[in-house]
């Protein structure tokens, strides 16, 4: 690995900063701690603003992000905390508050008009990253490990650290007297990422140095975006993307093509439908892939979608059973649908049965019953008020995020 000096990567990431903010998000360890300090020492012209989470799952949760408010206070840097609540405890703790701290943050970085936000991430991290996704049975894109830069949640999410070492980050911090905090959940072994921590020393003793592990990622990295390409290609002659936020495949061409680029495919269309954060596993793909070559009429659900096979075309739409929740007419709805409306009071939320029940005649659409019930409905005190692609309303309108061409773009190579 071509290693870079923590100052270098942080100036090359400012070099492109922004009209807007800046952000920089900080939990208080070493790693953002030190990303936090270097771009308030490089900045030039860059107004910065920085973000903590507190997650509450710890009673000094609260004093972590306290302590980055003051070390922000002197570096005059503006310092906001969000707090994440209402998780229920189900589902695995690191995945949720992960999630959860992408949406926090995205959200308060676009009411700031910030496109940009920095991550502490560090070669060690795309180390364990590349060796728990390799334990999980990943793929070429899995273990291509994380992007520098890649768009999610409507921001752009930026990993300058990805090429330096942790130990040289905490060697800036001592020199410069900065004091850090780590997160004791950083030593609790029911946590794989951890007990992978733990074991990197013997691995190195192997010859699997962090080095070597994100040579590799970059390897597989250049594999995949060869791939993706190819996917593209694929894509633009097997699928037509409908506003409606369905895609309609050529059923005898995915047929036809390599079983990686098919998977590769049905992955994409999968997740772009679901909005889904990661790809099904490969077992319940193949299993997919088997029945669209088989071409016989079927239905299946996988990943938060419904997928109709047939002969001729396979259609991919949205569950109405898993999409997200209500929202205020004006926000993000499903991670994929803007909408506005001109009325106050509304919400949005999925047509689903009970709107396809009051739809005078839900077949003049030109959808399935199905479609329908999984697509943004327009409601005020409970009452169904507008169906964009059924019951139009006018000042109630709904479109995919990005357009329709916001399918090929996703499987671009990044």
């Not at 503006?78 to 703790?93: A, K």
């Not at 569950?319 to 509304?346: K, Y």
């Not at 019930?373 to 709904?398: N, S, T, Y």
Request: proline share 4%; glycine share 8%; charged share 20%.
């Amino acid at each position: 690995m071509t290693t870079l000096a923590p100052s270098q990567a942080v100036a090359a990431a400012l070099a492109e900063c922004p009209t807007g903010p800046l952000a920089v998000a900080v939990s208080g360890g070493g790693d953002s701690m030190a990303l936090l300090h270097l771009a308030a020492g490089l900045r030039a012209g860059c107004h910065l603003e920085a973000v903590t989470v507190d997650h509450g799952l710890r009673s000094d949760s609260g004093a972590e992000a306290e302590f980055v408010a003051q070390q922000c206070a002197t570096l005059k840097v503006p310092h906001t905390t969000l707090r994440w609540e209402g998780w229920d405890g189900s589902g695995n703790i690191q995945q949720e508050a992960r999630r959860a701290r992408r949406k926090l943050i995205s959200t308060w970085a676009k009411s700031l008009d910030a496109s940009q936000v920095m991550l502490g991430h560090t070669a060690e991290d795309q180390a364990e990253t590349f060796l728990l996704r390799l334990a999980r049975g990943s793929g070429v894109y899995g273990l291509s490990g994380m992007a520098a830069r890649v768009q999610a949640e409507g921001v752009t999410w930026l990993r300058p650290l990805l090429q330096c070492h942790r130990a040289d980050l905490r060697e800036i911090l001592a020199a410069k007297g900065v004091p850090w905090m780590e997160d004791p959940s950083n030593e609790n072994t029911r946590f794989d990422r951890v007990r992978l921590r733990q074991a990197m020393p013997m691995l190195a003793d192997l010859g699997l140095t962090v080095d070597r592990l994100t040579d590799t990622a970059q390897n597989m990295d250049r594999a995949a975006q060869v791939v993706r390409a190819e996917v593209s290609r694929l894509a633009r002659q097997a699928v037509l993307v409908d506003p409606a936020g369905l895609l309609t495949l050529n059923t005898a061409l995915i047929a036809q093509t390599q079983a990686e680029l098919r998977l590769r495919l049905l992955s994409g269309c999968l997740r772009w439908v679901s909005s889904a954060e990661f790809s099904p596993r490969r077992e319940a793909l193949e299993a997919l892939a088997a029945r669209v070559c088989a071409g016989s009429e079927d239905r299946q659900t996988l990943s938060g979608c419904l997928i109709d096979i047939g002969p001729e075309t396979t259609i991919i739409t949205r569950e109405a059973a898993h999409v997200g929740p209500p929202v205020a007419a004006g926000q993000l709805w499903d991670s994929r649908w803007t909408t506005a409306c001109d009325m106050a009071d509304v919400t949005v939320s999925a047509l689903g049965p009970d709107g396809l029940a009051a739809l005078k005649d839900w077949r003049a659409s030109g959808l399935s019953r199905e479609t329908l019930m999984g697509l943004p409905a327009f409601w005020r005190e409970k009452q169904l008020i507008a169906v964009p692609f059924a019951m139009p309303l006018k000042g109630c309108h709904v479109a995919l995020a990005g357009g329709t061409e916001s399918f090929f773009s996703s499987l671009m190579p990044r």
